[in-house]
């Protein structure tokens, strides 16, 4: 009995430490995916004060996206990151009555004005997918918001230039330490990309040279190959010469046979011819029958004289 409560007694406390550390574990996963960013409301002020009139805003991940009017009408795609409140692109919609645009790259990577066009910029459909930030949201007052998004779909753009234009929150005690995260994780993120390009041209190298030992044993199997095959045919070639030499030198050997039994048999046919002219001293001259005459029979019946 007291074993198996003390069996029960372990179970429980394994039980316990399994359940806390998932809820840990959860609560951490959490933690790791809030961030802390800018608030739509302090974004949306910044810019008013600059004489920029907030008409729409959504967010990706760490960015705000705007939809915004300058006070001659023209109109654009701006987008802000919210860690370090910096304008990071912006796209020209329409340009007010009279206005003209700044030449794209004329003035450099940072923010001037609506009419020019720089930096990370998405279209208008892009746009209208990303996330809406609601009236709610807006009427936050707060500085800092905690949003929630995994690391995967942060944003990744090209570093802008230091521009106090584009810069929404210049002077305020945490411009300074907003700039440094982002400085430091762009810094960090080209170190991953330039690891990561380096370590896809190493695997690539590697690739290659496998190919090349690969082409190269190959190219070795297959003239191992045609070396051996042509071996084999001289070879075959030379056992085929020599199986015909020794064809043709048996039928020679065989017709010289049949030569020397032509004349054994043309002496043999030679010798046994008769000697007609020994045989002819040694043969009796035939004897002529004599045709002897008989006498005349008289056929008259002889008398008896006594009768």
């Known amino acids: 009995m007291r074993k198996v409560l003390c069996s029960a007694a372990i179970a429980l406390q394994l039980a ?34 600059r004489g920029i009139e907030v008409i729409a805003m959504r967010r990706l991940a760490q960015v705000y996206f705007l939809h915004v009017r300058d006070g001659f009408g023209t109109e654009a795609l701006m987008a802000v990151d919210g860690r370090n409140s910096e304008i990071i692109g912006l796209l020209v919609l329409s340009l007010g009555r009279g206005v003209s645009p700044i030449v794209t790259g004329s003035r ?34 707060e500085e800092y918001v905690e949003v929630t998004y995994e690391e995967y779909e942060e944003v990744v ?22 700039d440094l995260l982002v400085e430091e994780e762009i810094e960090a993120y080209s170190e991953e990309a330039t690891f990561s390009e380096d370590q896809q041209t190493e695997e690539t ?29 001289v070879v075959n070639d030379v056992d085929g010469a020599d199986d015909q030499a020794g064809d043709d030198e048996a039928i020679y050997e065989e017709a010289e046979d049949t030569t020397e039994q032509d004349d054994v048999v043309e002496e043999q046919v030679v010798d046994e011819e008769p000697d007609y002219a020994d045989d002819a001293e040694d043969v009796e001259e035939p004897v002529e029958d004599q045709f002897v005459e008989d006498e005349p029979v008289d056929d008259e019946p002889v008398i008896d004289e006594e009768e």
């Open 16 to 49: 316990a430490g399994v359940a806390s550390i998932s809820h840990y574990q959860a609560e951490a996963a959490v933690q790791h995916r809030m961030k802390r960013v800018r608030s739509p409301y302090f974004i949306m002020t910044a810019l008013e004060k």
């Open 108 to 141: 450099g990577r940072h923010f001037v004005d609506l009419t020019y066009t720089f930096g990370y910029t998405v279209e208008w459909t892009v746009f209208e997918s990303y996330t809406v930030i609601t009236t709610e949201e807006l009427s936050v007052t």
């Open 157 to 178: 753009y090209e570093e802008v230039e230091e521009y106090a234009e584009g810069d929404l929150d210049e002077g305020l005690p945490d411009d300074a330490a907003g």
């Open 205 to 233: 190298t590697d690739d290659e040279d496998i190919l090349t030992q690969s082409d190269q044993s190959a190219d070795e199997d297959t003239a191992a190959d045609m070396d051996e095959d042509m071996t084999d045919n």
